[in-house]
């Protein structure tokens, strides 16, 4: 396994820093007084209103952003270094990428290779009458 060091990846020219884009809307977010008493607690009525609307999710759109600019330069290369380097944790990453239904899905899905004949016909006489064999043929057609 290689540890050499890599060197952080810079900007274009002109391109502003996710920091300091991140740093630009935190001092541009208004500032409330809110009412409180001497212990500083709020006062009654007072809900303390919160983080404003939206405000986290310019966040998360920023950081997604700035994931999306340094994998479309280095994704492919990093991805290609880390499954030669410590192909475990590359796989742990494609396994967290996964949704977890789709995983489900999968994994219930029965295994007809195991079942003997007598077994898959009473599986599909059963099937027949509950209609789930037609519906599975449509799907299965359509690719679903």
């Given at each position: 396994?290689?540890?050499?060091?890599?060197?952080?990846?810079?900007?274009?020219?002109?391109?502003?820093?996710?920091?300091?884009?991140?740093?630009?809307l935190?001092?541009?977010?208004?500032?409330?007084?809110?009412?409180?008493?001497?212990?500083?607690?709020f006062l009654t009525g007072n809900s303390g209103g919160?983080?404003?609307?939206?405000?986290?999710?310019?966040?998360?759109?920023?950081?997604i952003a700035a994931i999306e600019?340094?994998?479309?330069?280095?994704?492919?290369?990093?991805?290609a270094q880390l499954r030669g380097?410590?192909?475990?944790?590359?796989?742990?990453?494609?396994?967290?990428?996964?949704?977890?239904d789709l995983i489900l899905k999968r994994e219930q899905r029965p295994d007809y290779s195991e079942l003997s004949i007598?077994?898959?016909e009473e599986l599909l006489g059963r099937e027949r009458a509950n209609g789930s064999f037609s519906r599975a043929l449509q799907q299965a057609r359509h690719g679903y």
């Open positions: 396994m290689s540890h050499d060091k890599v060197a952080w990846p810079s900007l274009p020219a002109g391109a502003v820093s996710p920091a300091d884009e991140t740093a630009n935190a001092a541009s977010a208004p500032v409330h007084e809110e009412a409180r008493d001497a212990r500083g607690r919160g983080r404003r609307k939206g405000s986290r999710n310019r966040l998360t759109e920023t950081f600019i340094d994998f479309a330069e280095h994704g492919p290369d990093a991805l380097d410590d192909p475990a944790t590359y796989l742990r990453i494609i396994a967290s990428l996964i949704p977890r007598s077994e898959l």
